[in-house]
Nanobody, 125 residues
Framework: QVQLVESGGGLVQAGGSLRLSCAAS????????VAWFRQAPGKEREFVAH????????QYLDSVKGRFTISRENRENTVVLQMNNLKPEDTAVYYC??????????????????WGQGTQVTVSS
């Protein structure tokens, strides 16, 4: 069982930066893959970034490559999404999700059993 709590959202101007954190409970967090998703009003939830349990492997949505970086510190049960050069189209509620690592990256929401409550990111133009 894993519980996830996101923090770090807020309002920022275009070109600015935000750092989202996902704090996890549970002694087996190091065995879980973690992903960030986002959902804008009226749109489906979409995959943003993924990180493997060791942190050695990452994957990103094409539109955030080069601007967002996902990382993790397993000793602190934390995953971070560093977001730079933010754009108005990045505005959404951002969710942290986790599931036991099965050896393959998945970008589908249904593949993740554990979710945080979400944190709002608003980028003004």
């Amino acid at each position: 069982q894993v519980q996830l709590v996101e923090s770090g959202g807020g309002l920022v101007q275009a070109g600015g930066s935000l750092r989202l954190s996902c704090a996890a409970s549970g002694r087996t967090f190091a065995a879980y893959a973690v992903a960030w998703f986002r959902q804008a009003p009226g749109k489906e939830r979409e995959f943003v970034a993924h990180i493997t349990p060791s942190g050695a492997g990452t994957q990103y949505l094409d539109s955030v490559k080069g601007r967002f970086t996902i990382s993790r510190e397993n000793r602190e049960n934390t995953v971070v999404l560093q977001m730079n050069n933010l754009k108005p189209e990045d505005t959404a509620v951002y969710y942290c999700a986790a599931d036991f690592w099965r050896g393959k990256v998945t970008t589908r929401t249904m593949e993740y059993a554990y979710w945080g409550q979400g944190t709002q990111v608003t980028v003004s133009s």
